[in-house]
């Protein structure tokens, strides 16, 4: 058989191995089989799609192995989102950064970035279910996996020295010790061996049959070096990949402190306010996660969403029996847990609103009246809506927009307010189509509403900016209001400096707006001394304008 043949009519080379295979078939005419099957093969070796596979398989084989086409980086999506980080802080200082930093954002260049990636990472290949293996009935599937002892937790439902990057437990139908849980980026998970299920039958050539965790434990803890696993494989194991949620946690969490935690060692410590990369939500009560940013790869254990709640309600509902009135209404406001976010880049032309909320008496119209001071045709504030009368020397427009009363309860009761009230028998209110009309312009607004109209305010549509203006402690608070003759906002004629009640009534209320809205807070400035209040707010309105930051994830989808 020759290595060449004819198609279309043209010469072709072909595959020597196609051409070795050929050439086989004519010593399979020996053999015992029928016309048919050596029809059917010599015409499959021929067929042109075979060897335009065939022609394919080799490119991708001798091209992975050549220099000439390696990538030189499969991440290149998360450089880019560092890249975005460093050009935002030099926005208003290079034209080319400027340039350089809305060109990345381009949805052509990271959808050429992304497929890079994939490339890189091989991730076009198939993922082909495992072939069975034929076995006898009573013949078990059994896997030597070998491990190096490091540093990482390796435990049933006691603490333990960290080892390996796994949690084991005995299971309750068999009494078999099983692998409960796989940590993400730790030893085992790294090996791709070790999988939820997989049932522990020896450890370093000791078998572990009737011991119990702890037994094993023992056994690993005095280990040195590699450590051998006789495992035998679950049922059916998954390959998860990670999740690439990341949340906003709204409490402080200490996993040294949990009781219920399954393996202190393997907890994952964080603040409130700290941004975590949910890596599995497989199971119910305790998810896998790692600080954002942190290069530690291993992930750790924290409370699941649903497990949280219901440690906040319980711990609530027990207050409330004792006669803590600040709870009287805890289940009417969302039970803040985790929030899932995402990066929000600044988008030219288009400012976040930002907003000031806090207790009435904190400072916020002072404040506020000092940012649009710095740059009037910059900052502005939207004008508000009145049904009542027109007086002399005022433009509709200017102090207020002057509507019926009825066309404001119609308004209102459409949700177009993000806030309103009634005065003297007469309504005000702020539009949300006013605050979009300020954005729309290029201008920034500035807004300091009632806490109630968060809700209104919290939306994609907005995206707004939120700083809680909070008051120092009761006595500080008074200290340093009456050593600058500060008048009372509570004195509609503004003649008088505060009482001991109303400081009083700015700290109780401030305590309310932080139980009640605190994980709607983007930033806290707390107004003791004013001057460095209104620079911490300068500071925080530059970073709106110039660094992504993170928002709720439906506001970027």
Same mark, same amino acid.
């Given at each position: 058989?020759?290595?060449?043949l004819?198609?279309?009519?043209?010469?072709?080379?072909?595959?020597?191995?196609l051409?070795r295979?050929?050439?086989s078939l004519?010593?399979?005419?020996?053999?015992?089989?029928t016309e048919?099957?050596?029809?059917?093969?010599?015409?499959?070796?021929?067929?042109?799609?075979?060897?335009?596979?065939?022609?394919?398989?080799?490119?991708?084989?001798?091209?992975?192995?050549?220099?000439?086409f390696?990538?030189?980086?499969?991440?290149?999506?998360?450089?880019?989102?560092?890249?975005?980080?460093?050009?935002?802080?030099?926005?208003?200082?290079?034209e080319?950064?400027?340039?350089?930093?809305?060109?990345?954002?381009k949805?052509?260049?990271q959808g050429?970035?992304y497929?890079?990636?994939?490339?890189?990472?091989k991730?076009?290949?198939?993922?082909?279910?495992?072939?069975?293996?034929?076995?006898?009935?009573?013949?078990?599937?059994?896997?030597?996996?070998?491990?190096?002892?490091?540093?990482?937790?390796?435990?049933?439902?006691?603490s333990?020295?960290p080892?390996?990057?796994?949690?084991?437990?005995?299971?309750?139908?068999?009494?078999?010790?099983i692998?409960?849980?796989?940590?993400?980026?730790?030893?085992?998970?790294?090996?791709?061996?070790?999988?939820?299920?997989?049932?522990?039958?020896?450890?370093?050539?000791?078998?572990?049959? $009737?011991?119990?965790? &702890? +037994?094993v434990?023992s056994?690993? @803890?005095n280990?040195?070096?590699?450590?051998?696993f !006789? =495992?035998? *494989?679950?049922?059916s194991?998954?390959?998860?990949?990670?999740?690439?949620?990341?949340?906003?946690?709204?409490?402080?969490?200490?996993?040294?402190?949990?009781?219920?935690?399954?393996?202190?060692?393997?907890?994952?410590?964080?603040r409130?306010?700290?941004?975590?990369h949910?890596?599995?939500?497989?199971?119910a009560?305790?998810?896998?996660?790692?600080?954002?940013?942190?290069r530690?790869?291993?992930?750790?254990?924290?409370?699941?969403?649903?497990?949280?709640?219901?440690?906040?309600?319980?711990?609530r509902?027990?207050?409330?029996?004792? $006669?803590d009135?600040? &709870? +009287?209404d805890?289940d009417?406001? @969302?039970?803040?847990?985790?929030?899932?976010?995402a !990066? =929000?880049y *600044?988008?030219p032309?288009?400012?976040?609103?930002?907003?000031?909320?806090?207790?009435?008496?904190?400072?916020r119209?002072?404040?506020?009246?000092r940012?649009?001071?710095?740059?009037?045709?910059?900052y502005r504030?939207?004008?508000p809506?009145?049904?009542?009368?027109?007086?002399?020397?005022?433009?509709?427009?200017?102090?207020?927009?002057?509507?019926?009363?009825e066309?404001?309860e119609?308004?209102?009761?459409?949700?177009?307010?993000?806030?309103?009230?009634?005065?003297?028998?007469?309504?005000?209110?702020?539009?949300?189509?006013?605050?979009?009309?300020?954005? &729309?312009?290029?201008?920034?607004?500035?807004?300091?509403?009632?806490?109630?109209?968060?809700?209104? =305010?919290?939306?994609?549509?907005?995206?707004?900016?939120?700083?809680?203006?909070?008051?120092?402690?009761?006595?500080?608070?008074?200290?340093?209001?009456?050593?600058?003759?500060a008048?009372?906002?509570?004195?509609?004629?503004?003649?008088?400096?505060?009482?001991?009640?109303?400081?009083?009534?700015?700290?109780?209320?401030?305590t309310?707006?932080?139980?009640?809205?605190?994980?709607?807070?983007?930033?806290?400035i707390?107004n003791?001394?004013?001057?460095?209040?209104?620079?911490?707010?300068?500071?925080?309105?530059n970073r709106?304008?110039?660094e992504?930051?993170?928002?709720?994830?439906s506001?970027?989808?």
């Amino acid at each position: 058989m020759t290595a060449e043949l004819m198609a279309n009519g043209t010469k072709e080379k072909w595959d020597p191995a196609l051409s070795r295979l050929l050439s086989s078939l004519q010593q399979a005419k020996e053999l015992p089989s029928t016309e048919e099957d050596l029809g059917f093969l010599s015409e499959l070796l021929q067929s042109k799609e075979l060897h335009a596979l065939v022609n394919v398989h080799n490119k991708i084989i001798s091209n992975g192995a050549s220099d000439k086409f390696f990538p030189m980086l499969s991440t290149s999506m998360h450089v880019m989102v560092d890249v975005l980080e460093v050009l935002a802080a030099k926005l208003q200082v290079s034209e080319e950064c400027k340039e350089l930093f809305y060109l990345l954002q381009k949805p052509h260049v990271q959808g050429l970035l992304y497929s890079h990636d994939a490339i890189a990472q091989k991730d076009y290949y198939p993922h082909l279910p495992e072939i069975p293996q034929e076995a006898d009935e009573d013949e078990e599937t059994i896997k030597i996996v070998q491990l190096v002892k490091s540093n990482e937790p390796l435990t049933g439902a006691q603490s333990a020295e960290p080892i390996v990057g796994a949690t084991i437990k005995t299971d309750e139908e068999t009494g078999k010790i099983i692998i409960a849980r796989v940590m993400h980026g730790g030893a085992a998970d790294r090996s791709g061996l070790i999988h939820v299920g997989d049932e522990v039958v020896e450890v370093n050539y000791i078998n572990v049959e $009737g011991k119990t965790p &702890n +037994d094993v434990l023992s056994i690993l @803890q005095n280990s040195e070096g590699t450590i051998t696993f !006789k =495992l035998v *494989p679950a049922d059916s194991k998954m390959n998860v990949r990670e999740s690439k949620v990341r949340v906003r946690a709204h409490f402080d969490y200490e996993a040294s402190n949990d009781p219920y935690i399954p393996c202190k060692e393997a907890g994952l410590d964080f603040r409130k306010g700290d941004v975590l990369h949910i890596v599995s939500q497989d199971d119910a009560y305790w998810w896998q996660a790692r600080r954002e940013g942190d290069r530690n790869m291993r992930a750790g254990l924290i409370p699941s969403r649903a497990l949280q709640e219901r440690r906040i309600i319980h711990d609530r509902t027990q207050a409330a029996k004792d $006669g803590d009135d600040e &709870n +009287d209404d805890f289940d009417r406001e @969302q039970i803040a847990t985790y929030e899932e976010v995402a !990066k =929000l880049y *600044p988008r030219p032309g288009i400012y976040r609103p930002i907003v000031l909320i806090g207790a009435p008496g904190v400072g916020r119209n002072e404040l506020k009246r000092r940012l649009i001071d710095t740059d009037p045709d910059k900052y502005r504030t939207p004008t508000p809506f009145t049904s009542r009368q027109m007086k002399p020397g005022e433009v509709n427009g200017k102090e207020y927009f002057f509507v019926p009363r009825e066309k404001m309860e119609e308004d209102i009761e459409a949700s177009k307010f993000i806030e309103f009230g009634e005065y003297k028998g007469n309504l005000y209110g702020t539009s949300a189509d006013s605050v979009k009309a300020i954005v &729309n312009s290029g201008h920034v607004c500035i807004l300091n509403p009632h806490y109630q109209a968060l809700k209104m =305010l919290r939306t994609p549509q907005l995206k707004p900016y939120i700083i809680y203006i909070k008051p120092p402690p009761l006595e500080r608070l008074k200290e340093t209001r009456n050593a600058v003759h500060a008048r009372s906002t509570f004195d509609v004629n503004n003649s008088r400096g505060f009482t001991e009640e109303e400081f009083n009534d700015i700290i109780k209320s401030a305590t309310r707006i932080e139980f009640l809205y605190e994980h709607f807070f983007d930033e806290v400035i707390v107004n003791d001394d004013l001057a460095v209040a209104f620079s911490q707010l300068l500071a925080a309105v530059n970073r709106v304008e110039s660094e992504p930051l993170w928002v709720p994830a439906s506001w970027v989808q």
